[in-house]
């Protein structure tokens, strides 16, 4: 059930993940499913030290809400909910978010799965990750 807050959300700051589940509360819902991604220490066997996310807003925030809308549409689910961090990030730090609340968890997981690969793919956000030896590259998440 949509309160009318945005199902996508950018943050330059750190979130806690409480209130965005508790938004989705249904009590049509038996199932909840939801994905943490976090910044990690290696990548392509390098370590990295830390990322910085930059996204082009306005477009990043459309794209965001047609692929929750498509994924509403897709799955047989409630609702579902985004939000990824821009800005610097340290090692263990949330960079993105996502949850689904569906009548049956088969849905909730399909869609859960959707939403993340779908906003990986077609979300303007790029990483600058930074590595232990000093250099950094741009990359899509």
Known sequence: MN?????????PEA???APLRDALGDARAGA???????VRNHNDGRS???LHYEAYVALAETEGERV????????????????????????GDLAVWVGVTAA????AFAA???????VKARVPIWKRERYAEGDEDWRHP
């Open 32 to 38: 909840f499913a939801a994905f943490e991604g976090r």
């Open 112 to 118: 859960c799965r959707y939403v993340i690969d779908e």
């Open 48 to 50: 990295v030290d830390g």
């Open 68 to 91: 929750l809308a498509e994924a509403i549409e897709r799955f047989d689910i409630l609702d579902a909910r985004c939000v990824h961090r821009t800005g610097d990030l340290a090692i």
């Open 104 to 107: 049956h968890r088969d849905a």
């Open 3 to 11: 309160t009318g807050m945005p199902r996508f959300s950018l943050s």
């Open 15 to 17: 979130f806690e993940i």
